[in-house]
């Protein structure tokens, strides 16, 4: 294909290699939150049922902006405690958090200076992430604000600029979204990144140029400052990677309720977001369908960091600030797990070894220890190992409590079964191998 001329692509280097991009990847599992005036109805309006996620319920409802608007005069979540929520996303294992500061809807968990719908216009007045902020650092959890471009509720924004005056109006949201973000990077300096959304529509595809400058605007307003793919379009409309192929934004973020299945993702970060139930992100009364298990999302999470990428788990709070109790005992079984496999996850990456059918290897860059993730066991009990030449098995272990006796055995050439023998699990668990040059 012919290389086109981008002037407004990549602001940053494909792959970062500064302290604060090590930090992300070495994060490995973060906690989505989606909290905002959708909590309230919660799927259901005037008392009809929609069974679509519950923070687009406006738009399947057709509720009229001043209606929903409304919502903010009940908006009193008394129950909210982030020194809690904090230490349940550390008790997960969390090690970095996203939290939408303002969804499609438009509403504002902070006092904004540039909107009256915001949380100091309601019943509880104070602002929600001063304390968010400072009770996840104080667990040490790093902070990333979700934003959405989209914006319901803002008169200004577009969809599509068609005439002279949606372009001008376009101008003053551009302007509006600029102040916010800037206002969020000053109010909160501990923030590490921006996850941006509702950058689909084709006023933003068509603002190129402004959204390359407002990516380099805040990464000089704080340094080191981590933006999601998702945020940008090249001046060509050319979204997350740019006309050429090039990642815009420091990691690629389309991966949304899927994950990648094979190593072609590895030339850029990436992070994969995932829903608990189908396809709900803020809370909703009534969990339909299919809710994925703890160790289902465990295996999700295993497989992004073998392929070297993120993995977000999303959270829905309740109107009055208090967790759902599926989501509570979630935190349980997926943080017992991190206690005792967490090492096979945090600053990890591709092991650079070929997938078995068992599980994935991770590894930590440059360590000679390899962990074995084990999600299904075969039933011949032998789990196989091709290692590329010139590499060899020097020691075997299980990572943590031993689940029985294991032993190895050369079958080919470079190749091995570890024998797990009696091992009776319900869980994935992990195995460490330490690889040698020399036999
Ligand atoms: O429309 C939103 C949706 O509500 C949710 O916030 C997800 C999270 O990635 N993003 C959008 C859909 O892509």
Redesign the pocket.
Known sequence: QEKKEVQYGPVSPEKRTDPAMEKWRDNRFGQFI?WGLYAIPAGYWKGKYYKG?A??LKSWAKVPMNEWAKLAEEFNPEQYDPEEWASMAKQMGARYVVLTTK??EGFCLWPSQYTDFDISNTPYQKDLLKPFVEAYNKAGIDVYFYYSVLDWYHPDWRYALKSEEDKQAFERFKTFTKNQLSELIERYPSVKGFWF??TWDASWKASGQFSYELEKHMKQLKPGLIINSRMRADEWGSRHFDSNGQMMGDYASGW?RKLPTDTSVLHNDWEA?MTVPENQ?GYHKNWEGHVKTPTELIEMMVRCTALSGNFLLNFGPKEDGSIREEEQLLVKEIGNWMEQYGNAIYNCAYAGLEKQDWGYFTREPGSKTVNMVVCNIPVNKALRIQLPKNLFIQHYEYMGKPLSKLTLEEIGKNEYFIHLGKVKTKQPFVINIQLTSEK
Do not use: N, S
């Open positions: 989606h996620a923070e687009w969804h499609h959304d509702g949304e977001c992100w």
